[in-house]
């Protein structure tokens, strides 16, 4: 561990030196515009604010990293002043990348905008002080009149935004395999948890042992965090996190038993599984059903399955009318060297242009209502309606809802109960993990 | 007097600059560390307590039940490990210092694991860990239904019992019996072929001559080797990340609560208190060894 520590304090001191050298050849003239929490018109430059915008994702790979370059090519056109730097960091789904830019940011050597997931797992950069508010960006992009108020609610802390959001996903959507589904005479959606439990049981009578697919921990949160929306309700659920909904009360009991009952119709995970093997098993028709994120579509597509024919999807029952979102997004770090250039590339994620060009490629939908849906494929058009017309909730899986910490803690209590099967110390642990975070 | 300084002093300019790097990135970096430790932290913008600072600090993470639970799944870990490398890195030792056939090809075989990285290796152990029974059985489980040994499938590092972390321990000996072993070899070479001989001309058993001739004079080595696997066993983290993720409340262990305090808890201090502690923990083993080692090297000078 001490080793490691001292090689990203090195690295970070080679990118503090690289910064250094571009930051002192040209000045910023947008400096000046960086007067927080105020509504006012801001300050922009045609063309840019000049200078090198270093941007810092875990977008290095495969659709992101598409996503990535198709905003990368609309910047030059749209900022020709500006140098975009590509800081990104590869691997490990973003956790070596925020090992990079905790380091980064403990040094003072912030890039000049960052790659967070919006919502609640900014809070930790919030709270450090780390992050600047960007309401000006957001109030220049059109407010509420092309994000839905939902949303925005879902990324204000005390009265102040603090990231752009550049993509969509849905986290309460059921995966299924239509062929095992047929043979167990199933032709309808189920309504609620109930039904679909009693489906399973018909699923299981057709010799799939393992109607429902979990993998690794993550997987198994936010197949609980489901169960919670199904059993809570959205208003309830989102008032797991601000303390108007207790964690040890009643209807969290209930969702504890339900997500019980419902592991007994799952496979055998291990904790360090990833979730296209538990979304691979669907695929084969080893199991019938998998909870999982609309990056999903990307597995079953690339292994040849059509929609319909092959696989289905549904909001996960008792869910419906409920959009449990999580998003990615960009910041404004406090000391940028380029807060000019990276408003201009705040700018540019939330433009209806940059949200098109990045979406289409990445396989996820635009946080903007106004990005026409015709353009997307069909998978996407639904999601788009869905999060046009539906309650809006937050992930905690993804760091919409918690915090990092708390969602560790969440974490571990949901892998110790997946060994334990243990309702009262699951409800014991997500009640401690709560009052450590909220009080 | 004076014309000793100066012989010496050529021999201390050339090792200066190691003392100077071990000084700060050994030492300097051990106090800071300390020193972290016992900072009081409040989040800046909330004002949450995160550490309450000085000893409250290692007074909390040690009453934490997660810790404890981290802490003891590591002695099980430890005990398991040095146990099992132990066993067979003295087996294949004493069966290769029999004189076998091609032992140059087995000595590779069994040393080649340790040329892997935990990582990679921990790739594949945590798909042949996999804790799927029976129709779901993958990996070591699929393998023991093929031999009709079904009974014995299990969930390896994830079954229900507290010691289920011995089995992480399968991969780690996987990768290190071979290095033992090795220790073991280079020791056997060093015991001359004379005291054999006189050993069995006084009419000793095979048994007896390892018993009471050679085991006695390997005993230096097999404390090293101890003190080498316990003390990687203590600080082992990459092998359990690789296998169990992120968060695995059954395969927790210091090291790997280290990292998430650090990354995922953004909290320092608490990392800092857990490394003083481990550092402690690993000093205790260690320390005595080199103490008893530089005694024993005086003697026989």
Known sequence: MRKRTITSAVTAGAVAVALAACGSSTPAPGDNAAEPTTGAAMETTAGGAGGDVGVFTWWAAGSEKKGLDALVKLFKEKYPNDTFVNLAVAGGAGANAKAKLAADLQNNQPPDSFQGHAGAELLDYIDADQIEPVNDVIDALGGDSVFPQKLLDRLTVDGKIYSVPSNIHRANVVWANTAVLKKAGINEVPKDLNAWMADMDKVKATGVATPLSVSGTWTQVQLFENVLIADLGAEGYSGLFDGTTAWDSDEVKQAVADYKKLLTYANTASDGDDWPVATDMVIAGKAAYNVMGDWALAEFTEKGKKEKEDFTYFPTPGTDGVFDFLADSFTLPKGAKNPGGAKDWLMLVGSAEGQKAFNLAKGSIPARTDVPASDFPPYQQSAMEAFKTNEIVSSIAHGAAVSLAWNTDISTAISKFYSTRDDATLVSDLTAAAKKYTS | ?301
Do not use: C
Request: glycine share 8%; no cysteine; proline share 4%.
């Open chain 2, 1 to 301: 007097m004076r014309k000793r300084a100066k012989d010496r002093l050529p021999g201390f300019l050339l090792v200066l600059p190691s003392i100077i790097l071990i000084a700060i990135f050994v030492y300097w970096l051990i106090y800071r560390n300390v020193a972290t430790s016992l900072d009081q932290t409040v989040t800046r913008a909330t004002k949450r307590v995160l550490n309450p600072g000085g000893l409250a600090n290692y007074s909390k993470l040690l009453g934490d039940g997660e810790y404890q639970h981290a802490l003891f799944n590591l002695l099980v870990l430890t005990v398991v490990f040095v146990a099992g490398t132990m066993f067979f890195g003295l087996l294949w030792a004493v069966l290769l210092e029999k004189g076998v056939k091609g032992e140059g090809f087995f000595r590779s075989v069994y040393l080649l694991p340790m040329a892997i990285s935990f990582i990679a290796a921990g790739v594949v152990w945590r798909w042949l860990l996999s804790p799927g029974v029976g129709e779901q059985a993958v990996g070591l489980n699929q393998l023991l239904a093929m031999m009709g040994l079904e009974r014995f499938q299990n969930g390896w590092w994830q079954s229900p019992t507290q010691f289920s972390m011995a089995a992480m321990a399968i991969p780690a000996i996987w990768q290190l019996s071979g290095y033992v072993m090795a220790l073991f070899l280079a020791g056997f070479r060093g015991i001359s072929e004379d005291q054999r001989e006189a050993a069995r001309i006084d009419g000793a058993s095979e048994w007896q001559l390892y018993r009471h001739v050679l085991f006695p004079q390997l005993s230096p080595i097999a404390l090293s080797a101890l003190i080498i696997i316990g003390h990687m066993s203590m600080k082992m983290f990459d092998l359990i990340y690789a296998i169990a993720g992120q968060n695995s409340y059954k395969a927790s262990v210091p090291a790997t609560l280290m990292w998430t305090q650090l990354f995922a808890q953004n909290n320092p201090t608490a990392a800092a208190v857990n490394a003083t502690i481990l550092l402690v923990l690993v000093a205790i083993v260690v320390v005595p060894y080199l103490i008893y080692t530089s005694k024993s090297e005086k003697g026989t000078h």
